[in-house]
DNA sequence: TAAATAACTTACTAGTCCGTACATTATGAG
DNA sequence: CTCATAATGTACGGACTAGTAAGTTATTTA
């Protein structure tokens, strides 16, 4: 007789959460031991490991033994939860993007005027790559698949573009204004800022390979960070 | 008795030309049958479809049977000339980036007074990514492994930089003239292009997914075009 | 407490993939 | 023409790798 009775390999994308309680005490001796058994938290450690694994060798290049033999669990769980190593990296990007666009949403330049409104956007946009490597290794190996993966996610079409709608606003704050002068587009602003923060990051090996320059030492990430601002404010204001 | 003499799996880097016959005849008939057997020829063939299949599945998505199967040669002769899949894959990118270099080495803007030659060096610059997607896709697959075939090819880092060097002269030569009002630094410069160009190009199709935009179509790649030399010119002339 | 089931483990398999041993043939030199 | 050797083909092995069958234990629910 086996203990699986429904579906074994499904992977709905909803979480199957009990009410939230990370550190259940044990039910026999009351103080704070884990619980030996714990879906969310097995399902959180691989999707962490994982991240790391598929960030790190992309997605050929990771290994589901690899994988499973760096969380507390086993490969074994790894279909159980999310029925393959494809299903898992799509988990993999869904989580990466939602937290990315949860960290967009928290942006708040409202009480500032366009021009420093832009230039704070395109800064905090910067920080962000910076402190999300992992994540921008993530989209370049998704870019070698054709995002395939991502195209066919509905998690990642239903999550928005809080930064660009952002940019909107006050792309259009400064034309009323008179601060801007060029009718750019909000898109193509966005691209012109993500190209500047992503590159750095993305390409930083290769670029001090042949430039024998570090993108991510502290003396040009600071000059760097200051540039991206400079550039596109005289872009927007125009000459 | 093996008929191999010399080391069968050293790739030596250096072409074992004969003297140059792309066509010969055949010494018997006369008429123009190509060799069957061309050293040169087999292993520009293999270096033409691996190109294709790394930049299309990446270093380990890339089979080398199927690079084989593809070829009009065996798997055998990728071994006996290139040694294994790591080297041949060094030697791809090798191929790769000495184009590009003698792209950049025929850049000519010489004429132009500083603010038009940036510019044009900013669009050509942008039309030499656009022409060549399979490079971007191995510089982006290359980072993915941190550049360690870059670092340790000695053919690489013999290159130079004429891309570079183009333009520490034209930032020279405006701030000289005055129209340069900035004390840019010619790599940062070179930086903020190389993004632009490199990330509507790397990052189309998960931008496409994420925002609906694609990227290479022709409308955009027009205004793209004109926006890089625009936000550069802005840039170097200040506000 | 007992039954039901969710959570987990072990051991295995079928197929893939890089690399190689060995055999063979075309080609150019003398 | 003949011989040495560069160039090529065939067939296979051994390690790896995604995925699975079958069984076990913890936890919850009634």
Redo the contacts between chains.
């Keep these: 007789m086996t203990g699986v009775v429904r579906d074994p390999y499904a992977y709905d994308g909803r979480s199957r959460c009990r009410p939230v309680e990370p550190m259940t005490s044990h039910p026999a001796t009351g103080v704070g031991r884990e619980r030996q058994r714990d879906a969310d938290r097995t399902k959180a450690e691989i999707l962490e490991i994982a991240t790391r694994e598929f960030a790190r ?5 990771a290994r589901v033994d690899e994988i499973a033999a760096l969380t507390r669990t086993t490969k074994r769980m790894i279909y159980y939860y999310f029925g393959g190593k494809e299903q898992l990296y799509t988990a993999v990007l869904e989580k990466a993007y939602a937290e990315v666009r949860a960290t967009e949403r928290a942006l708040d330049v409202d009480h500032l005027g366009p021009v420093e409104a832009i230039r704070t956007l395109a800064e905090l946009t910067f920080d962000h790559h910076e402190a999300h490597p992992d994540f921008i ?1 993530l ?6 698949h ?2 395939e993966h ?2 066919t996610s509905p998690v ?1 079409a239903s999550l928005g ?1 809080p930064a ?1 709608d952002l940019i909107t606003r006050i792309l259009e704050a400064g034309r009323e204004s008179g601060d801007f002068t ?1 009718s750019a ?1 909000a ?2 602003v ?3 800022i ?3 923060c ?3 990051i ?10 024998g ?1 570090d ?1 991510t030492a502290a003396k040009h990430r600071t ?2 960070r200051r ?1 991206l601002g ?6 927007l ?3």
Excluded: K
């Design positions: 060798h992309g997605y050929t290049g290794r989209v370049s190996i998704e870019n070698i054709h995002a991502i195209r990642l573009t660009l060029a587009d898109t193509d966005h691209m012109a993500s190209s500047f992503f590159f750095r993305s390409n930083q090996h290769t670029f001090h390979a042949l430039f320059r993108l000059r760097h540039m400079d550039m596109i404010v005289a872009y204001t125009g000459t």
